[in-house]
């Protein structure tokens, strides 16, 4: 069994091609990443280890709480972790979560991204998008201020 996946995947960086692949998300819809960056003008892509646990939560209601000043900033926001369709929909339901949550099962959204997956949980990153190239990046992202540090990109520009 493998407890560590290091990904193959080059370090993405400020400026980087953003990844264009698709997904599931929370309903079983299939979503086109590279799609959102022709119709969107900024996709938010943050990773979490588990739906429904405390950091999880806190940083998904950060987000939550924060939705319509995102929007107000034209951010498409997606969550993503390794959970299933049905405990990511279960998640979404529990906390009112109005945006997607991709069911990244096998993986390939964390590889393309190049997020480490250690004992099936994905690290905690987040990836602002803008014309199809990442704009802003934490590695180290935060559960209680999410939100606020995209936010805090954003007016700083």
């Given at each position: ?5 290091q990904?193959?995947?080059p ?16 309903d079983?819809?299939?979503?086109e ?6 119709t969107?003008?900024r996709?938010?892509v943050?990773f979490?280890p ?12 950060s ?6 000043v995102?929007q ?5 926001i ?7 369709i049905?405990t ?10 109005p ?7 096998g993986g390939?959204w ?6 480490p ?8 990153q ?19 201020e ?12």
């Amino acid at each position: 069994m493998r407890w560590f996946t290091q990904n193959k995947t080059p370090e993405l960086q400020v400026g980087s091609p953003a990844p264009r692949l698709p997904g599931i998300d929370q309903d079983g819809a299939t979503i086109e990443l590279g799609a959102l960056y022709e119709t969107d003008k900024r996709v938010l892509v943050y990773f979490y280890p588990k739906a429904d646990t405390p950091g999880c939560t806190a940083q998904a209601c950060s987000i939550r709480d924060e939705y319509a000043v995102l929007q107000e900033e034209d951010v498409t926001i997606l969550g993503v972790s390794t959970d299933s369709i049905k405990t990511q929909k279960e998640f979404q339901r529990k906390y009112r979560l109005p945006f997607r949550l991709i069911a990244d099962k096998g993986g390939e959204w964390a590889k393309a991204f190049g997020v480490p997956v250690r004992l099936g949980f994905t690290s905690r990153q987040a990836f602002l998008i803008e014309e199809g190239k990442i704009a802003w990046l934490d590695r180290k992202a935060s559960t209680q201020e999410q939100a606020r540090d995209v936010l805090r990109f954003l007016g700083d520009r």
